[in-house]
Structures are given as C-alpha cells and as structure tokens.
T-cell receptor
Framework: GEEVAQTPKHLVRGEGQKAKLYCAPIKGHSYVFWYQQVLKNEFKFLISFQNENVFDETGMPKERFSAKCLPNSPCSLEIQATKLEDSAVYFC????????????FGEGSWLTVV | QQQVKQSPQSLIVQKGGISIINCAYENTAFDYFPWYQQFPGKGPALLIAIRPDVSEKKEGRFTISFNKSAKQFSLHIMDSQPGDSATYFCAASAYNNNDMRFGAGTRLTVKP
C-alpha cells in the first residue's frame, strides 16, 4: 500500500496482560521502525528492521518488548505483562533506503494500560 | 541524553506572521534533517527535509535554514495560517543508521 497501516488504532489492556500491535509498511520499503510517543510528545526509538532482520534494537526494553517482521506478514510489536507506564502511542514508520531517506509514519496505535 | 534540542516548546503567532522554530544537535554524524508536522490524533507527516550540503531549502511557505558550523537548523513558516496550528518536530539521522532522533516538539498556535 501507499500508506503505513497500523492496527489496532486503540487498545486497552489490564496491567499484566499482553498487547500486540501490527504494522504494514509502505510497499517497496525495506526499513521499518517502531517509536513510542508518550504524553509529553517525546518520541522514543524502539527498534528498526531491514526486511525481516533486526537492524537496530538499542531502544527496546528487552525484558517485556519483542518485535518481528516476517516475510508476507505485517510487522508486529508485542508487549508481555504490560505496565501502566507502557501507556503511549506506538508509531510504526517505514523508509525505502537506509540513509538520508524520508521516513513515513502510520497513524499510530494508542495503548492504554489500566 | 537528548541528541536534538528544540525550542521553543510552544509558540503563538498571529495569522500572516512568521513562525520560527529552532533546533540544535551535537552529533556531527547527523546528515539528514527532516521536519515533521503532527496534528492531534495523527501520525507525524514529513513536511520538508534538508541535507548538510545546502544552507537553505524552501518549499512553498516552509523554509529550512541550516548552519553546519553552529550545528543548528530552523524551520520558518511564512504567512502562517490557522491551519498550520500543530506540533512540529525537528529530527536528525546519521549515515550509518536510519533511526531518527527527534526534538521534543513545538506546539504552534496560529491565531486568526
């Protein structure tokens, strides 16, 4: 597609429950990124993929967060045992090239942990 | 450690005025500097971007000025309109990785 498609738009989970978010990058884009945006608007980089391979995961809280980009499937971001502080908007983005390349964002998935 | 510092945090401008948002960076490896516009409830949309080999780039009412020696860049919105009211983020990325580092955002309000 010509847009980064994210699902679901909204997700509510009780503390300790699992949350799973999905992202379909723009067709032809090899790089996928996940960002977390908290209420203060700051974007926190989580992880990036080059096709199905992890490119950079320096931002991932590895204890509870995991992500995958498998061939012919939407990419996913999974949070095990959610905590209140995981409440945020999670943005997926994609780009065609590795460097000096525009990154296009989806509409985001709003996760609320109660 | 915030790699891209953005100011001001909020900005109020009258319709027709010039909005100026500034960003500064420290990492000299950064070589791509985009600006994003975000409306409430939406994802950031790429507005305009610049590379360090030019000092200015203009697209319509939007201009990026880039000062490589000072490691600063700014967004100018000419003839600001109420429809420009949004949060603006500057960002930077380096050649050897493509994860953007974002500024903290500037909430722009353009009054009619």
């Amino acid at each position: 597609g010509e847009e980064v498609a994210q699902t679901p738009k909204h997700l509510v989970r009780g503390e300790g429950q699992k949350a799973k978010l999905y992202c379909a990058p723009i067709k032809g884009h090899s790089y996928v990124f996940w960002y977390q945006q908290v209420l203060k608007n700051e974007f926190k980089f989580l992880i990036s993929f080059q096709n199905e391979n992890v490119f950079d995961e320096t931002g991932m809280p590895k204890e509870r967060f995991s992500a995958k980009c498998l061939p012919n499937s939407p990419c996913s971001l999974e949070i095990q045992a959610t905590k209140l502080e995981d409440s945020a908007v999670y943005f997926c983005a994609s780009s065609q090239y590795q460097n000096r390349s525009p990154i296009y964002f989806g509409e985001g998935s709003w996760l609320t942990v109660v | 450690q915030q790699q891209v510092k953005q100011s001001p945090q909020s900005l109020i401008v009258q319709k027709g005025g010039i909005s100026i948002i500034n960003c500064a960076y420290e990492n000299t490896a950064f070589d791509y500097f985009p600006w994003y516009q975000q409306f409430p409830g939406k994802g950031p949309a790429l507005l305009i971007a610049i590379r360090p080999d030019v000092s200015e780039k203009k697209e319509g009412r939007f201009t990026i000025s880039f000062n490589k020696s000072a490691k600063q860049f700014s967004l100018h919105i000419m003839d600001s309109q109420p429809g420009d009211s949004a949060t603006y983020f500057c960002a930077a990325s380096a050649y050897n990785n493509n994860d953007m580092r974002f500024g903290a955002g500037t909430r722009l309000t353009v009054k009619p």
